[in-house]
C-alpha cells in the first residue's frame, strides 16, 4: 500500500505565490508518474501537471506559465509551485501518483489540501 500526503494548501491573495508538496510512502517499487490535480466545488477534477519518471511534464493550459512542478525521484516526493494565483484557482488540489504494482499499473492519490484564493 502506498500513501501520499499533501501540504501547504491555505489562503493566498490574488496575485500571490504558495508552494504545495507531497510525498509518497510505503510500498514502492516503481513510480510511473506524479501529478497534482484540483477540484472545485461544483467541478469535476481536473489535471493541473504531472511529471513523468525520466520524463517531460506536462500542464494545463490555465497552469501553463504561473505553476511549476518537480520532483525529487529519491525521496518520492512532488511539488508544485504556484505564482500569480487567481480566484479561479480555488479549489481542493490532490496529489496522486501511478505505481507499477505486480506488473499493473495502479493510481495513488492523497486526501486533498484547499487552496482558497481570495481578498
Known amino acids: 500500500q502506498v500513501q501520499l500526503v499533501e501540504s501547504g494548501g491555505g489562503l493566498v491573495q490574488p496575485g500571490g505565490s504558495l508552494r504545495l508538496s507531497c510525498a509518497a510512502s510505503?510500498?514502492?517499487?516503481?513510480?510511473?508518474?506524479m501529478g497534482w490535480y484540483r477540484q472545485a466545488p461544483g467541478q469535476q477534477r481536473e489535471l493541473v501537471a504531472v511529471i513523468i519518471t525520466g520524463g517531460n511534464a506536462n500542464y494545463a493550459d490555465s497552469a501553463k506559465g504561473r505553476f511549476t512542478i518537480s520532483r525529487d525521484n529519491a525521496k518520492n516526493t512532488v511539488d508544485l509551485q504556484m505564482n500569480n494565483l487567481k480566484p479561479e484557482d480555488t479549489a481542493v488540489y490532490y496529489c496522486?501518483?501511478?505505481?507499477?504494482?505486480?506488473?499493473?499499473?495502479?493510481?495513488?492519490w492523497g486526501k486533498g489540501t484547499l487552496l482558497t484564493v481570495s481578498s
Open positions: 496522486s501518483a501511478e505505481l507499477v504494482e505486480r506488473a499493473k499499473r495502479v493510481n495513488y
Open positions: 510505503g510500498s514502492i517499487v516503481s513510480i510511473i508518474s
